[in-house]
């Protein structure tokens, strides 16, 4: 099971940038994807996950500028970045909660990260 996260790049604060992330390889079944970032010099954050059904929760520092969303026929989960600023500069990762068709149980998997840069 492999995720590939695309889209990043270098806006402008008050500037958009859309992201995505397909999950490929052997899947019986995802569960709740999300993305986090990560700041340099600065641990891990949850910046907004959404479940199988479509119910997403949100960071409260992305709340009303983000918006997460999800293609389940194509196992891919977007992330619409809208209003950005420079605090949201950082590598963005993609997770999957997936099952594989070949390891017994959910697992947790990464995608690279993509770099946002929001210049001020």
């Known amino acids: 099971v492999q995720l590939q996260a695309s889209g990043g790049g270098l806006v402008q604060a008050g500037g958009s940038l859309g992201l995505s992330c397909a999950a490929s390889?052997?899947?019986?079944?995802?569960?709740?994807m999300g993305w986090y970032r990560q700041a340099p010099g600065k641990q891990r954050e949850l910046v907004a996950e959404?479940?199988?059904?479509?119910?997403?929760d949100y960071a409260d520092s992305v709340k009303g500028r983000f918006t997460i969303s999800r293609d389940n026929a194509r196992n891919t989960v977007y992330l619409q970045m809208n209003s950005l600023k420079p605090e949201d500069t950082g590598l963005y990762y993609c997770?999957?909660?997936?099952?594989?068709?070949?390891?017994?149980?959910?697992?947790?998997?990464w995608g690279q990260g993509t770099l946002v840069t929001v210049s001020s």
């Open positions: 997770k999957g909660r997936i099952k594989s068709r070949t390891v017994w149980g959910y697992a947790d998997y």
């Open positions: 390889g052997s899947i019986a079944d995802i569960g709740t």
């Open positions: 959404i479940t199988k059904v479509g119910s997403s």
